[in-house]
């Protein structure tokens, strides 16, 4: 019997990986293998979590 990593945890740790910060359920959409691909997930992921640059706000008459 081969049981997937999500429900490992659930019975080991009791922890429940696929649950959403909404309360939504997550699932799975890839399995990932090979180490070049998991690089290239891990770099988008930090891409995604870096905030853009916050530019310096301006009166509403700025450009008249
Ligand atoms: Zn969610």
Redesign the pocket.
Known sequence: MELDWATLLKRTYDIDVMV?????R?KAVELVTEAERAKELLEQFVMLAKSPPVTRARPPDWDS
């Open positions: 959403c910060p909404c309360d939504g997550l």
